[in-house]
């Protein structure tokens, strides 16, 4: 079992930039596939980035490629987010999951943390 602490959410302008990270404890976090997604109010949770064990294997959802760099620290237990060029549309709850393998469906990761509020402001 492995244990997830987000944090680095807070309220930043459109245009700006936020680094979020996920401190893992518990369980070897090098053998879990890892990602992020996001909810916000009264929508669904929704897909952002994937990675795999080694980081080499990444996906991103659509609406942030090009904007979002996922990326771990196996020697460090630590995943992290960058988010650039931040959109009104990215406001939600950020949340942390770990996995067997990469996914893009909630399902897919087993472990979650309790997530971290970032809000864009226009």
């Known amino acids: 079992q492995v244990q997830l602490a987000e944090s680095g959410g807070g309220l930043v302008q459109a245009g700006g930039s936020l680094r979020l990270s996920c401190a893992a404890s518990?369980?070897?976090?090098?053998?879990?596939?890892m990602a992020w997604f996001r909810q916000a109010p009264g929508k669904e949770r929704e897909f952002v980035a994937t990675v795999d064990w080694s980081g080499d294997s990444l996906d991103y959802g659509d609406s942030v490629k090009g904007r979002f760099i996922i990326f771990r620290d196996n020697s460090a237990n630590m995943l992290y987010l960058q988010m650039n060029n931040l959109e009104p549309e990215d406001t939600g709850v950020y949340y942390c999951?770990?996995?067997?393998?990469?996914?893009?469906?909630?399902?897919?990761?087993?472990?979650w943390g309790q997530g971290t509020q970032v809000t864009v402001s226009s």
């Open positions: 999951a770990a996995g067997r393998d990469v996914g893009v469906i909630p399902a897919a990761f087993h472990y």
């Open positions: 518990g369980r070897a976090f090098g053998i879990y596939a």
